[in-house]
């Protein structure tokens, strides 16, 4: 039975991320209602520090947004937006204001729906392999 767990969770992750791609976007118009900054050190050589910014909304369905620096800093609490996420994941597709886009993410939706063919391509081809390769007992 373990081996037939990696072909069907790559079969579940493709499916996932190509229907999370394919499928329309929902919008929303809600208002900003505060900002979040996450930084992360690495304790490597570089001493590099990193920091993610975050605008959350007051909405149920599409709560938080990881944007730049830029827009973390021009958008202010209250502020109304229109956001477009994904239908299955939620992931942030992009921040307009006045029909004038704000944020778009670096991931476009083509990458996202090219990782989970690539996934499913994968789970079919780990699937016939072991279908050559007899049970053992």
């Known amino acids: ?5 990696a072909p069907i969770l ?7 991320l190509v229907l999370d791609s394919c499928l329309p976007a929902r919008m929303e118009h809600v208002a900003v209602d505060g900002h979040a900054v996450a930084t992360s050190h690495d304790n490597g050589p570089s001493a590099l ?3 993610h910014y975050r605008l959350t909304f007051n909405s149920a369905v599409i709560d938080h947004c990881n944007v730049g620096y830029g827009l973390y800093r021009r958008m202010r609490d209250g502020e109304v937006v229109d956001v477009s996420a994904s239908w299955l994941l939620g992931r942030c597709l992009a921040i307009e204001q006045y ?4 944020y778009t993410p670096r ?3 083509t990458l ?3 990782i989970g063919v690539l996934l499913l391509i994968s789970a079919l081809g780990v699937m016939r392999f072991y279908r050559r390769i007899p049970a053992p007992g």
């Open 99 to 102: 029909r004038r886009t704000l």
């Open 1 to 5: 039975m373990p081996r037939f767990l």
């Open 112 to 114: 996202v729906s090219t």
């Open 10 to 16: 790559f079969l579940v992750s493709g499916l996932v």
């Open 107 to 109: 991931i476009s939706q």
């Open 49 to 51: 520090v990193e920091r």
